[in-house]
């Protein structure tokens, strides 16, 4: 890919997403858009471009940050911030709270929100009931495609607990492979939606108990990381908890957050 194609593609990636493709990128982004100029039989990646801003139907920039995303998950993925999650969400219980609404932002292929809803679950005592719902985003529509699907190989699920695979997942096996589906116990408190981080104010009205945004911000300069963590201040409620990834972090950005633990936050 010659440099003035990675510069204007790189320039459309950040208006339309809010993620930063650095110099260091050009290689992972050539090689991801290589799929995308053999499904329309394009040769270079500069017909490549002119396909995309000649496409006034939208639907290839779609695919396009499709195949940029890094979607990297799997289930109970830095397990210490799940085991955080149960120690509130039995308190709040127990205090007598029996509304819970949950954002995880950027959830992938759904492996994050599906670990979200079996903590609380099996948290939750057996006489108590609540109105508990998770809502689950993404920017890829093939991603939240596969989650909604909430179909997984075999290898997918190891690190899930056996009996928690068995209580919230169906065994089955086609042509020899095996995979495993999502519950219906699950997935009926769980939404997904499409939804572009980089682009606040975001529809939701708050407030939120809890917001999961892992490994997401790392893909974002600090610019886009202020706004989005302004709009988090909004939709959490005070004594809410922000979840981010270990590898992310918000020193030198001006924010009303505090931790609590390892990247955890509350509001100041």
Request: charged share 30%; proline share 3%; hydrophobic share 40%.
């Amino acid at each position: 890919m010659d440099r003035k194609t990675f510069d204007r593609l790189r320039e459309i990636v950040y208006e339309k997403s809010g993620i930063n493709l650095t110099e260091n990128k050009k290689a992972l982004v050539t090689a991801r858009l290589n799929k995308r100029l053999r499904a329309l039989g394009l040769k270079t990646h500069k017909e490549y471009l002119e396909y995309l801003l000649n496409d006034k139907s939208g639907n290839e920039l779609i695919h396009m940050i499709d195949v940029i995303s890094t979607n990297v998950t799997r289930f109970f993925r830095e397990s210490d911030h799940f085991d955080f999650l149960k120690e509130v969400f039995v308190r709040w219980v127990e205090m007598g709270q029996r509304r819970f609404r949950m954002w995880s932002a950027g959830c992938s292929s759904g492996e994050e929100p599906y670990s979200m809803a079996m903590v609380l679950l099996e948290a939750l005592p057996a006489c108590a009931e609540v109105d508990l719902k998770i809502l689950a985003t993404d920017i890829s529509t093939q991603v939240l495609e596969k989650a909604s699907e909430g179909v997984y190989e075999e290898k997918k699920v190891m690190e899930i607990p056996r009996g928690l695979l068995s209580k919230y997942f169906v065994r089955d096996r086609t042509n020899g492979e095996v995979t495993y589906s999502v519950s219906d116990r699950l997935k009926r408190i769980i939404v997904f939606r499409r939804l572009n981080l980089a682009k606040p104010p975001f529809p939701m009205k708050g407030p939120l108990d809890v917001i999961f945004c892992r490994n997401v911000m790392i893909y974002f300069d600090k610019y886009v990381r202020e706004n989005l963590l302004k709009e988090f201040y909004r939709l959490l409620k005070d004594d809410g908890y922000l979840f981010l990834g270990h590898s992310e972090s918000i020193t030198g950005i001006k924010t009303n957050f505090r931790p609590v633990r390892p990247s955890i936050y509350t509001k100041v």
